[in-house]
């Protein structure tokens, strides 16, 4: 059964710069729900030079939050819990970053930094994916198009890996039309909100639904994605 799913949120409360409390991540989730949404992957950030006890101590504090959450009975049950992993110098050597991929799959949402791209962010991504059996999400390309010149985004989409857009893009004309070329070039793609709250930020899939040509399967394949790279074995959460 085909679940619409949203790739990329910070619903889960108190843990990053997203949601601030249960009342928001429940009123999030019920916004989501509206929109369709049947599957959330919860990424909160994870940025290894702000936390001194590591990935142990992080995942320690992501954990409580999301089981309380779920324990609220939210109106969307299938939620998978991972992070969005900023990419810096040496995260592909961090002891148990893959930990930090999506429960039940072998994705991992990552985000490039706001700067020029360089050669060492490929390598991070590609270490990953050569050592832990890691498939990358590379989070919001579509945000990009201001840091990057055309070489750097052919460098970034020559990664194996998948790319996610936000739902914003679809209400700029810009945005839209670079987003639509590379789907039409056959890159593997999915989609996500990257809501944080229920003010400026907040969840916005029908940006997509509303401008989707009808039996264009652009969300299908979009939520494939998620079912492709499932683990056989039970998940970790």
């Known amino acids: ?26 009123g999030m989730i019920k916004q989501l729900k509206r929109q369709g949404i049947e599957r959330i992957a919860a990424t909160p950030h994870f940025y290894s030079h702000r936390e001194p006890g590591g990935i142990s101590a992080y995942l320690d504090r992501r954990n409580e939050a999301y089981y309380s959450l779920l324990a609220q009975a939210p109106a969307i049950k299938d939620i998978r819990i991972g992070s969005e992993v900023a990419i810096e110098k040496g995260i592909s050597e961090l002891d148990g970053i ?5 429960s039940g799959t072998n994705l ?22 050569c050592t832990y059996d890691l498939m990358p999400i590379i989070a919001h390309l579509d945000r990009y198009t201001e840091w990057y010149g055309k070489n750097d985004i052919e460098k970034v989409l020559s990664l194996d890996a998948v790319f996610q857009f936000n739902a914003e893009a679809f209400d700029h004309f810009e945005t839209r039309r670079f987003v639509s070329k590379l789907i039409k070039k056959g890159i593997s793609y999915c989609f996500g909100t990257d809501t944080h709250n229920l003010s400026d930020r907040k969840p916005n899939f029908d940006s997509i639904t509303r401008r989707e040509k009808p039996g264009s399967g652009l969300i299908e394949k979009s939520d494939s994605i998620m079912d492709e790279f499932a683990l056989s074995e039970k998940p970790l959460f």
């Open 1 to 26: 059964m085909q679940l619409v799913t949203d790739h990329h949120s910070h619903i889960i409360p108190g843990i990053d710069d997203g949601s601030r409390n249960m009342e928001m991540s429940l």
């Open 98 to 102: 893959e930990q930090l991929a999506i």
């Open 108 to 129: 991992i949402l990552m985000e490039l930094p706001y700067a020029p791209y360089a050669d060492w962010m490929g390598e991070e991504i590609y270490n990953l994916y």
